[in-house]
Structures are given as structure tokens and as C-alpha cells.
């Protein structure tokens, strides 16, 4: 399931790029603060620019980049390649895009970027972004495209 068009574009991402940033924010900050409100309420005041920083860079930069690099260099022959082949594939390095970008945004925006810690950081992501994408998130937000396609 693909969006069609730049509305279906935008409706897939916000969904996409909203429910990650939600989870993952919300997974490091109680991962570094703890199980706690205080984890759940810096979430919320940082989740409006995470989530644009978030679009903007799966819109304009990871999704072009990951989408050709796909199409012309992993799956050569998309109209005989499996649908799911081919969702799977752009899943996994849209998050292995977004999560290098994103690890590196919120350990800016928290005033603690070092290179140790975004290695850390990056690598903790990437074993819990996986699976959230294509276990909860990409199945919710492809349901929801389908929907939206249905109209």
C-alpha cells in the first residue's frame, strides 16, 4: 500500500512520522528519566517540532534518497517484485535513515550530543525502531492509507 498522490503523501507521513516520534521520544526519554511522569510531559511539549522536523526530513530528504536508492539499486524489477518485498525493503532504510537524523536531533534538542552517545543512542534506536515500524506503526499507517484510498 503506497500513497497515490501528494495528499495521500502527507496523510501517510504524519501518520508514520507522528506515531514514531511519539513512541521513540517517549521510549528515550523514560529510558534516561525513568517511568515517570516527567518523561511522559517532556514528550508532549517536544512532540509538535519533533514531529515537523521529522516530516520534513522523511518528505524532502530520507524518503527521496531511500526511494531511488531502492528502486535502482535493491529492486531492479519492481513490477515483478512481491508488494511486501518491497515494503519491507523501503521500511527498513527509511528507518535506518530517519533514526541516523532523528538520534542526532534529540540529543540536540536536550543539549547532550556527543558522538558517544549518539552511537549508543543510534544503535539502541535502531533495535527498538525496527520492530515498532514494522510490527505496529507501518501496519497501522498502511490501514490507514487504505482507508483514506477507499473515499
Given at each position: 500500500m503506497m500513497p497515490k498522490n501528494l495528499k495521500q503523501e502527507l496523510f501517510f507521513t504524519g501518520i508514520m512520522a507522528g506515531m514514531m516520534v511519539l513512541i521513540m521520544s517517549e521510549f528515550n526519554s523514560m529510558r534516561v528519566n525513568g517511568v515517570n511522569q516527567l518523561a511522559i510531559i517532556r514528550t508532549l511539549i517536544r512532540f509538535p517540532l519533533g514531529l515537523l522536523v521529522a516530516g520534513f526530513f522523511d518528505l524532502v530528504i530520507v524518503g527521496p534518497i531511500v526511494k531511488?536508492?531502492?528502486?535502482?539499486?535493491?529492486?531492479?524489477?519492481?513490477?515483478?517484485?512481491p508488494a511486501l518485498r518491497i515494503t519491507l525493503t523501503i521500511s527498513l532504510f527509511m528507518v535506518l535513515g530517519m533514526i541516523t537524523i532523528m538520534t542526532a536531533y534529540g540529543l540536540i534538542v536536550v543539549g547532550q550530543f556527543s558522538w558517544p552517545r549518539y552511537g549508543i543512542g543510534w544503535l539502541i534506536n535502531m533495535l527498538v525502531a525496527i520492530p515498532v515500524q514494522l510490527l505496529i506503526v507501518g501496519p497501522l499507517a498502511r490501514r490507514g492509507l487504505a482507508q483514506v484510498q477507499k473515499k
Open positions: 531511488a536508492f531502492v528502486f535502482k539499486v535493491v529492486i531492479k524489477d519492481p513490477a515483478h517484485t
